[in-house]
């Protein structure tokens, strides 16, 4: 009988995230008492578990294929396991993140093991990547990786794996935990009920990988998972998909059939939530404890200007209540510089914060990612800060950096008002006011609110240092 084949799927860690927040330009300044309280407190939520699972890789790990043997190695907990054998080695890839894994896939090629290079950076470009890799999986993976684990047993690897269409979720592949160390992380609990979306903001790739369709999986497989997950792991539950209200009959059917499992769950929607009152109700009956929605920007000019057409500024703060209302607290996430914001808009996000009494506000700055149309018109306008071609400096960060010019704002006062905005919403004392206002989840909304107030300390030093030396004395001025 052959030998069973070890695959290990590789999860990196980003830049800075919320593994514990870390600043991304002063990180050398380690003598400082700031220095050392950030390092501290960067251990603290690490082993307080804030962490949640690479979910594409237990999506992965759970295709079974006689002979092969497949685990995880998150490399947020642990160091690599170079002693140890491995037939292939799977690396996801993001693009903030690619240099590091291209730089792992080599060393591991220099000892003669196998790579495969997946995940988003893979899929939008491929052809950067090949050099790194004996194997490229592009696109969405769970059909591939079967085809792909059953060529490793017969030793026939190709070069290349890629389907012409998107996977049809609606076939049953119950997901396992088993590659998982369960108190590594804040939960276990990951579900994903679909893929797509069907609107097209432009600084988002969700509709660039994921295609415009929704894709459904099967509600009865879904209840199969959360129930089988329950058994395994009682804290709360995360709805990964990016709006989980999308397809509202659907969304209706599949809480009902759920709520009699009594779970208590987190998830994302959109705002139009608001105005879907039965599901609304039934999302809140069936232990819906806080949703993160993406506002993105409360100026029509701005959300016009990036295709932001799912709801209208106006609309916005009666969404808000009524969600809150339905005893449902709220992550309102917001990017504060697009193309219609000018320096009155913080003023306006304030006032909107305080009337809807938002529970978490996320006050975000626009990330061009390479891809995006958005990535493209600021390359095309000259308003990216790093050079084009170099599209692993536009990384995903859980602190904010400024990789492009606003159209409206000039780079400085731009810092300075961004700046004065997230001192004045993250203080100690919101944060505390935030926490027991919350309708559900104080303790989380408490905490997110503590967490933030660091972490957006953090990155007002990060915005200040990146201005006056390092990234746009050099990069900025080298691409003019
Ligand atoms: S930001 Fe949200 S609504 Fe807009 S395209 Fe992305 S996933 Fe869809």
Redesign the pocket.
């Known amino acids: 009988m052959p030998a069973t084949k070890k695959v290990l799927l590789v999860f990196l860690p980003s830049e800075s995230g919320v593994d514990g927040a870390r600043s991304l330009y002063s990180e050398h300044d380690s003598s400082t008492l700031f220095s050392w309280f950030n390092r501290s407190l960067r251990n603290v939520i690490k082993q307080s578990q804030f962490a949640i699972p690479p979910l594409s890789l237990m999506i992965l790990s759970s295709i079974d294929v006689q002979g092969v043997e497949q685990s995880i190695c998150d490399m947020r907990f642990e160091e690599f396991p170079f002693k140890e054998t491995w037939d292939l080695v799977g690396i996801s890839v993001q693009t903030g993140m690619a240099k590091k894994a291209f730089a792992l896939a080599d060393a591991l090629r220099s000892r003669g093991i196998s790579v495969v290079l997946g995940g988003a950076h893979v899929t939008l470009f491929a052809e950067s990547c090949r050099p790194h890799a004996d194997v490229l999986v592009v696109g969405e993976a769970d059909d591939l990786w079967k085809e792909l684990l059953t060529d490793l047993t017969a030793c026939t690897l190709k070069p290349h794996y890629q389907s012409d269409r998107f996977p049809d979720l609606s076939i049953s592949r119950p997901v396992m935990k088993t590659s998982l160390i369960n108190n590594r992380y804040f939960t276990t609990n990951l579900i994903q009920t679909g893929r797509g979306?069907q609107?097209?903001?432009d600084f988002?790739n969700?509709?660039v990988l994921n295609g415009h369709t929704l894709r459904r999986r099967a509600i009865a497989d879904i209840v199969a998972e959360v129930a089988r997950f329950k058994h395994d792991d009682r804290r709360i539950f995360f709805f990964v998909d990016?709006?989980i209200n999308a397809d509202p009959i659907y969304a209706l059917e599949l809480f009902r059939q759920l709520t009699p499992l009594k779970i208590r769950w987190f998830g994302q929607a959109?705002t139009t939530l608001g105005q879907q009152q039965e599901l609304l109700e039934t999302f809140a009956r069936s232990g819906c404890q806080a949703l993160l929605v993406?506002i993105e920007s409360i100026e029509t000019t701005s959300r016009n200007a990036h295709k932001?057409n799912?709801n209208k500024a106006g609309e916005l703060s009666m969404a808000i209540k009524t969600i809150r209302n339905a005893g449902i607290s709220l992550y309102g996430s917001f990017i504060y510089g697009l193309d219609g914001d000018t320096l009155e808009t913080p003023a306006a996000i304030l006032d909107f914060i305080s009337d809807t009494r938002l529970d978490v506000p996320g006050i975000n700055i626009l990330r061009p990612i390479p891809g995006t149309r958005v990535f493209e018109r600021l390359r095309e306008e000259g308003r990216l800060l790093f050079d084009p071609l170099d599209i692993t400096a536009y990384r995903y960060t859980f602190g904010q950096e400024m990789l492009y010019t606003p159209k409206n704002i000039p780079l400085e006062g731009f810092i300075e008002s961004y700046s004065a905005l997230t001192r004045e919403i993250f203080t100690i004392k919101n944060s505390i006011g935030r926490g027991l206002d919350a309708p559900r989840a104080k303790a989380a909304v408490l905490l997110f609110n503590l967490f933030y107030t660091h972490l957006y300390s953090l990155s007002r030093s990060d915005l200040k240092q990146q201005l006056e030396k390092e990234a746009l004395g050099k990069n900025h001025f080298a691409i003019r």
Do not use: L
Request: net charge neutral; aromatic share 0%; glycine share 8%.
């Open positions: 979306c609107h097209s903001c988002c969700v509709h990016d709006t959109t993406g932001k799912q």
